[in-house]
């Protein structure tokens, strides 16, 4: 299926509000995350780099801003790891190549992943100014992000998270507003991401959730985790499974494992679930997730499930009966 026609998909099963926020609201995550560069793997980032991409539909003419909560590395909402020393840089990419570059999309932050046109940057250190407020990028004009009409429906932006200094922890929001000073919409904005890291919660009752795509060149993913700490398990529920099992990584650990698509789950989207354990009482819990397809290309996340969320069919799960003489 072409994108563009995943893209009205899109528009007909969502709304508007709930697209914009990263973590996004159907996902109920609490937080992103990204450390210090000298900060410990075991604590959850592999590499200090986080990732965000956002589309504008291209015939939005009005200025749009991204917006960060608790940028800084400090106070109530971050992990703190002996003193506070952390800085961390916010850059805003638009401009040819911002999504579309190969290093862009990758696994491991290097070569050009920092594509495109540098729109805007800032450093956050400690500053209680910002602890629990945001900080606002822009006016931007959205036709300075990489115009990917055929992929995305419009103009991409890049956001990319770095840790430069320091080993805390940095935990922060996104959200791409038409306003300055509130969080408001923009009507048929979206974002997605490949590599994803952010903060599971502390209560054992609540289910988060991401939704990656599953378009119709895809046969089988393979799930890659980091730093899971055996904390509960993670299913996919879609058209045609109805909880398989991901294997997960312990602590500083990678875990991997491959799963066959149904042809029936074609240009759906998966329910991936991440169901804490009720025993184990983890607290403070940051993670790494990836997919790749069976040519080793990342499959994107999206905000929200394009299609809908997946219900499972039990027609298609069964198993035909054989009749015997």
């Known amino acids: 299926m072409h994108k563009i026609s995943i893209l009205i998909l899109f528009f007909a099963f969502s709304l508007k509000s709930i697209a914009q926020p990263v973590p996004a609201v159907d996902e ?7 450390f210090g560069n000298h900060g410990e793997s ?6 200090y780099t986080q990732v965000i991409f956002y589309s504008v539909p291209k015939d939005h003419t009005e200025p749009i801003f991204i917006r960060v909560y608790d940028p800084d590395t400090g106070g109530e909402v971050d992990e703190q790891k002996g003193e506070w020393d952390t800085r961390m840089r916010y850059s805003i990419y638009g401009g040819k190549g911002a999504a579309s570059n190969e290093d862009a999309k990758r696994i491991n932050k290097k070569g050009n992943f920092k594509s495109g046109t540098l729109l805007g940057t800032k450093t956050f250190a ?5 602890d629990k407020n945001w900080y606002t990028f822009g006016p931007i004009n959205p036709t300075e992000g990489e115009f990917l009409p055929d992929e995305y429906g419009g103009y991409v ?3 990319v998270i770095e840790g430069i200094g320091g080993d805390d ?9 038409s306003s300055a000073t509130e969080n408001q919409a923009v009507e048929g904005a979206f974002a997605f991401y490949y590599k994803y890291k952010f903060r599971l919660h502390d209560n054992v009752n609540e289910v988060s959730h ?8 895809v046969q089988s993913i393979k799930q890659t985790n980091f730093d899971w700490d055996n904390d509960g398990i993670i299913r996919i529920i879609s058209v045609a499974k109805n909880g398989d099992f991901l294997k997960i990584s312990g602590d500083d650990a990678w875990g991997n494992s491959q799963h066959v698509v149904h042809p029936t789950e074609k240009n759906t989207s998966y329910d991936i679930q991440i169901i804490k354990s009720k025993s184990a009482k983890i607290k403070s819990n940051n993670v790494v997730i990836y ?12 905000s929200v499930p394009i299609g809908g969320i997946p219900k499972y069919r039990y027609s298609i799960g069964m198993k035909p009966t054989i009749k015997r003489n």
């Open 210 to 217: 991401i939704y990656p795509f599953i378009d119709d060149k």
């Open 126 to 130: 400690a500053n209680p100014r910002y």
């Open 42 to 47: 075991a604590w959850g980032d592999n590499d």
């Open 28 to 34: 109920n995550i609490p937080h992103l995350v990204t």
């Open 291 to 302: 997919l790749e397809n069976q040519y080793g290309e990342l499959i994107e996340f999206y």
């Open 157 to 159: 932006f890049k956001i």
């Open 169 to 177: 922890g940095n935990l922060y929001n996104l959200f791409l507003s």
